[in-house]
């Protein structure tokens, strides 16, 4: 009973979201986002079943929320990336990397309907914030082309490093590699063939 008590009083002052999302993200990529509850994750963090309530009004706002912080993680490696020697090699790695480090976290952002539920919501603008940056170093290798041809050049690589990063989350990509090719070498291809430097 103490040991509650010390935990409400230790998320009563504004942690308690923070550690709610923590815990979600746990749950999440233990068991996917379909078996994400409110009331589990409030008896996670040791508080009262209402409790998470106060931050998130339902099941479907914390999954907005995950969505948009892993888009925010994943512009900070995308920013990361842009500094590297190749900066588009680097991006395109940061986002296969992401799905493998992050596979339903990934799924959550990119599959579910957790962005697309809310086109006005924090995980959409986030979301497009993290293509514009993906766009804006792809750009830098096509400073002729028109606007129009960027955006479908990038939108192609995006697509194709999309269905790699998926197959790649999911273990299915590496037994297709025939033993030689690496995650790597599909990347670099992908680059040559819509964004030759």
């Known amino acids: 009973m103490s040991s509650q008590l010390t935990s409400r009083r230790r998320y009563h002052h504004g942690s308690l979201q923070a550690a709610l999302l923590d815990l979600a993200e746990a749950a999440l990529e233990a068991h996917g986002h379909e078996a994400l509850s409110l009331r589990d994750l409030a008896a996670a963090a040791q508080v009262a079943p209402s409790a998470p309530y106060r931050h998130f009004a339902s099941r479907d706002d914390l999954l907005e929320a995950l969505a948009a912080a892993g888009f925010e993680r994943l512009i900070v490696s995308y920013r990361e990336a842009a500094l590297q020697a190749d900066p588009v090699r680097a991006v395109c790695e940061a986002y296969v990397a992401f799905s493998r480090a992050h596979p339903q976290l990934f799924r959550l952002m990119f599959v579910?309907?957790?962005?697309?539920?809310?086109?006005?919501?924090?995980?959409?603008?986030?979301?497009?914030?993290?293509?514009?940056?993906?766009?804006?170093?792809?750009r830098g290798r096509m400073p002729e082309a028109s606007a129009v041809d960027v955006r479908l050049r990038v939108l192609t690589v995006w697509s194709a490093l999309h269905g790699a990063a998926l197959l790649a989350s999911e273990g299915r990509l590496d037994p297709l590699l025939l033993g030689e090719l690496s995650t790597e070498d599909l990347i670099g291809s992908v680059i040559s063939l819509n964004a030759p430097g």
């Not at 579910?112 to 924090?122: H, I, K």
């Open 112 to 138: 579910s309907d957790a962005v697309r539920r809310n086109a006005n919501g924090p995980a959409m603008s986030v979301g497009l914030q993290s293509f514009a940056i993906f766009e804006e170093v792809l």
